[in-house]
């Protein structure tokens, strides 16, 4: 019962907090996040400050030996044709724009938090023709 209560008092909290949309409060790695955040958001940890550099993803393992953009919108003006057109509903962009939460999922505990099952779907295809 106090869990609940605790619980509900933080989802008031987060939800006040101004600015922050469809706030998701949620235990990540001993922290409460929000699952909904944008990058800012995650980078105010992956910065290498709280947590893992985030450059460990963006500028190396993450897109298979690439870096990947964020923020930037989807998709891109003038090259729709290479993208898919309607992305599935757990490839979350925020504003129209591909962001962490659209490749990461903090719900999902499997190790890096994908958004889609590595196992059995290729994350890159969601969005990407090819
Ligand atoms: C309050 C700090 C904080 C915030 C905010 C935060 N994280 Fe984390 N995150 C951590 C910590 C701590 C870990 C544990 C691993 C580490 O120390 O780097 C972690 C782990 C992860 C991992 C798994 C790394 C692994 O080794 O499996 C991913 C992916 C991740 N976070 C993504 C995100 C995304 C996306 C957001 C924003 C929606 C976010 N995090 C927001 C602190 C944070
Ligand atoms: C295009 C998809 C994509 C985007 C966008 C993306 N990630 Fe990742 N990220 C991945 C994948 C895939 C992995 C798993 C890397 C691997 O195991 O090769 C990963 C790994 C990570 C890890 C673990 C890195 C490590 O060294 O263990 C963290 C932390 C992380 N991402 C955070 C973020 C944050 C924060 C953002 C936004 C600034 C972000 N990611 C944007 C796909 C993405
Ligand atoms: C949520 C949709 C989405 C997912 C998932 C995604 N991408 Fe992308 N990716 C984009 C968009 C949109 C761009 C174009 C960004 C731009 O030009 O501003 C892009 C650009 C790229 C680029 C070109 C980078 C550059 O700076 O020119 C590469 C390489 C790439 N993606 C690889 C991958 C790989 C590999 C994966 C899977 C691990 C992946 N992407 C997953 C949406 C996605």
Redesign the pocket.
Same mark, same amino acid.
């Given at each position: 019962m106090l869990k609940i209560l605790f619980l509900f008092s933080l989802v008031l909290v987060v939800s006040s907090m101004p600015g922050v949309a469809g706030a998701e409060p949620i235990q990540?790695?001993?922290?409460v996040?929000?699952?909904?955040?944008n990058s800012r958001?995650?980078l105010?940890?992956?910065d290498g400050s709280?947590?893992?550099a985030v450059s460990s /993803?963006l500028n190396g393992r993450c897109p298979v030996g690439g870096s990947h953009p964020v923020d930037t919108p989807y998709p891109p003006a003038g090259h729709e044709g290479e993208y898919v057109a309607t992305v599935s509903g757990s490839i979350r962009l925020l504003n129209g724009q591909v962001t /962490?939460?659209s490749c990461?999922n903090?719900q999902n505990p499997q190790?890096?938090?994908p958004s889609v099952d590595l196992a059995t779907t290729n994350l890159c295809l969601n969005c990407h023709r090819k």
């Open positions: 990540h790695h001993g922290y996040v929000n699952a909904q955040g958001e995650c105010a940890c992956h709280m947590a893992k /993803c /962490c939460i990461h903090l190790p890096d938090h």
